[in-house]
Each structure stands twice: as C-alpha cells, then as structure tokens.
C-alpha cells in the first residue's frame, strides 16, 4: 500500500513537471483548439499578427542563435569591465531600438547599479549636420570618428543587413579596432560579413516582424550584462 502510494505520488510530480515543461504549448492548444469560439470574436489581423511573431519567435529560439547571443554578451560585458564605450545605430525603428539599448544601460533595466557607457548615435543636431554637409550615409561612421576607439563596441542595426550608413559604420570601426556586434534580418545582407557576431532574425518579408527579434535580442543581451557585471 505504502508503494502504491509512493508510485502515484511520483508519477503525480512527473506529470506536474511535464505540464510545466509544456505549459506554452498546452496554452495555445487550449486556445487555438479547445476554445477556437474566442479567437473568431476577434479580428484576424490582430490574431494573425501575434500568431506569425509566435512562429517566428519559434523559429529563432535554436541554440545556434542563443550561443551567438551569449558571444555578444560576453564580449559587451569584455568590453564594460575595460572600461570602452559601446555604441548602437540604426535607421527608423532600428534607431530606436539602438536608443532603447543605450538608456536602458545608462539608465536602468531591472536593478539599482551603476550607470554603463552607452551610446546611441542619435543627435539630431549631428545627423542633420552631416547629412547636409557629407550625405546621409555617413551620419554614424562620422560620429564613431570623433568618439570611437580601439576596444569599444558598435551594436550595428538593420533589418535587411544592407543600410548604407550602418555599413559605413560598421567599416570604420573594424577598421578602428572595435568590435561589431551586428543584428540583422533577411540573408544579413553586406553587413553580415562586417561583424564579429551576428545575430540574425528568421527571414521575413516585413521589417516588423525582425524587429520583435531584435528587441528580444537587446534585451536577452541588457539581462546577461547586468547578471555578469553586478549580481
């Protein structure tokens, strides 16, 4: 009897283990099959869109892109504990993820520590400035030219991996002796070939979509460095 009992007792933890091991597909399954009436209540564009970055987040949750994740963290933590500067770029949406990057280091993420050298290049006066006066693709490698230096770090942005001014970028601080940690999307276009470790999204065929990689990225990356640096 005692046996018995001892046997379901470990078959019940079994089951609670696999249940916790499982719950994300056990959710979608009873919302996507057994409750199918709620999701026709709602629009199918709005489903629609939280179904596809589910599957693209599927997609890109491989070890081969963890461990790519966990380089570039190792090397911005490298790079905070011998006191260089890292720098962050992109254009519309990738601009603010790059500013997101750079406040939530300067500032603060989940815990009470030190501020961290971070930069986006991001100054309207500057960019404006050298648009107008050396073209718009230069408006980021300028920048790393009067601030950027050998051991830094530049968090480089663009969904299609082809920006011409996050190329430039990324070619001036090779060039410079920094690192380039890339983020990118379609094939990882030229950009890809420019940097020490790339981290690319699942081909999509629209920018939205890689950028809810990207975010997921930076952050991944803000936790890692806080947890190395200050826990």
């Known amino acids: 009897m005692v046996y018995c ?12 283990s696999l249940i916790k091991s499982n719950i994300h597909t056990i959710f979608e399954i ?27 987040l599927t997609l890109f949750n491989r070890v081969e892109n963890l461990n790519k994740i966990e380089e570039a963290g190792n090397l911005l933590v490298d790079g905070f504990s011998s006191g ?15 500013m997101h990057f750079a406040e939530e280091l300067t500032g603060r993420f989940r815990d009470d520590r030190r ?6 290049i991001s100054d309207p006066t500057h960019i404006s400035c050298t648009a107008n006066d050396y073209g718009f693709d230069c408006i980021f490698s300028r920048y790393l030219e009067a601030h950027g230096k050998p ?10 991996g ?5 190329l430039l970028a990324a070619e001036y601080a090779k ?20 940097a020490d470790v ?24 803000i936790h890692f460095i806080e947890s190395k640096l200050f826990l």
Do not use: W
């Open 30 to 56: 009873i919302f996507l099959y057994i409750c199918p009436k709620y999701f026709e209540m709602i629009d199918p564009i709005i489903t629609g869109d939280f179904n596809k970055a589910l599957e693209i």
């Open 162 to 166: 082809n920006s011409g001014n996050v």
């Open 84 to 98: 260089n500067t890292v720098f962050s770029c992109g254009n519309g949406g990738s601009m603010s993820d790059a």
């Open 151 to 160: 051991g830094d770090i530049l968090l480089a942005i663009s969904t299609s």
């Open 115 to 120: 501020a961290l050298p971070a930069v986006s």
């Open 175 to 194: 060039k410079t002796g920094m690192k380039v940690i890339a983020l990118s999307g379609k094939d990882g276009g030229k950009l890809s070939s420019l």
């Open 198 to 221: 790339e981290i690319r999204a699942p081909y999509s065929e629209f920018s939205d979509r890689t950028q809810e990689i990207h975010i997921k990225v930076i952050h991944a990356l």
């Open 5 to 16: 009992c001892s046997s379901f007792i470990f078959k019940c933890k079994d089951i609670e």
